[in-house]
C-alpha cells in the first residue's frame, strides 16, 4: 500500500468521523441564490418566494450541516418543494431521504443516473460513504436535457 493511497483513506476516515472540519457558513450567492454546502460539496438553495429549491444534498454524514446552514439562513427544510440533482453520487444525495421526510420535496433525478440507480446501483459509489446501510433513494421524477422545471 502506497503512502499516497493510506493518506486519501486516512483524509476519508477523518471525514466521515468529523465532518464539522469541512463546515462552511452559509451565504448569499447572489438574488436569491444561496450556499449552503460544505468545502467538499455544493449545495445551493433558491428561494422563489413560493417554497425552495434545493440542488444536491451533500454527503450522508453532513445531513445535520446541512439542516444547520438552511436554518441559519432563516430558512426552514419544511419549505422545500424540489430537491434537484446534479448526478447520482451518494456525495450529491446523501440527505435526499431525511429532507425529502422533512418537507415532502419532489425529487428530480436525470434519466440516466435513475436507470443506474435500478440496474447498477453500485455506480452510485454508497459503498464508499462510510455506512453499510445507505443506498441509493427512489427519485420521483426523472428529468432529461431540455426539460423545465418551475416553481413559483
Known amino acids: 500500500m502506497s503512502s499516497k493511497y493510506a493518506f486519501k483513506e486516512n483524509s476519508r476516515a477523518d471525514f466521515y468521523r468529523h465532518p464539522e ?6 451565504f448569499r450567492m447572489y438574488g436569491n441564490l444561496y450556499y449552503v454546502g460544505n468545502k467538499s460539496v455544493g449545495s445551493h438553495l433558491i428561494d422563489t418566494g ?6 444536491d444534498t451533500t454527503y450522508p454524514s453532513t445531513q445535520a450541516m446541512l439542516i444547520q446552514s438552511i436554518w441559519e439562513l432563516g430558512f426552514q427544510p419544511k419549505d422545500i418543494r424540489i430537491i434537484l440533482h446534479t448526478h447520482g453520487h451518494f456525495d450529491h444525495f446523501g440527505a435526499t431521504a431525511l429532507l425529502k421526510e422533512l418537507s415532502g420535496a419532489t425529487t428530480y433525478l436525470g434519466e440516466r443516473d435513475a436507470v443506474m440507480f435500478r440496474g447498477r446501483p453500485e455506480l452510485a459509489l454508497c459503498a464508499s460513504c462510510g455506512n453499510q446501510y445507505f443506498e441509493p433513494f427512489v427519485p420521483d421524477k426523472t428529468v432529461a436535457d431540455g426539460d423545465i422545471i418551475t416553481l413559483g
Open 21 to 26: 472540519q469541512y463546515r462552511v457558513t452559509s
Open 50 to 55: 413560493e417554497g425552495l429549491i434545493l440542488i
